[in-house]
């Protein structure tokens, strides 16, 4: 199945924690690197995070060093993103995309609000 399924989103207090899941198809996560992009109002898509189809390596964006860890489970399929220390800036939606077939999920929504 050629799908991706984001979930994990919401609204949550600056400084809080959020993880988001992206479930896929075994085909899927043994044939592309997976990564994270988010999009805010007004702006282009930000590469947030990827990590290898080995789940060996993976780079972050500089707003998010320190804060998000990306990994993937590849018993189940999944990918996720743990995001913590949340700032208001972090406010996105948040996608997960298998890089070499460039295939998007749907988008989970993150606010970070007081």
């Known amino acids: 199945q050629m799908q991706l399924v984001e979930s994990g989103g919401g609204l949550v207090q600056p400084g809080g924690s959020l993880r988001l899941s992206c479930a896929g198809s075994?085909?899927?996560?043994?044939?592309?690197?997976m990564a994270w992009y988010r999009q805010a109002p007004g702006k282009e898509h930000e590469l947030v995070a990827r990590?290898?189809?080995?789940?060996?390596?993976?780079i972050y964006a500089e707003p998010v060093k320190g804060r998000f860890t990306i990994s993937t489970d590849n018993a189940t399929n999944t990918m996720y993103l743990q995001m913590n220390s949340l700032k208001p800036e972090d406010t996105a939606v948040y996608y997960c995309?298998?890089?070499?077939?460039?295939?998007w999920g749907q988008g989970t929504q993150v606010t970070v609000s007081s």
């Open positions: 995309k298998a890089e070499s077939f460039h295939y």
């Open positions: 075994r085909f899927i996560f043994r044939n592309n690197d």
């Open positions: 990590i290898t189809s080995s789940g060996g390596s993976a």
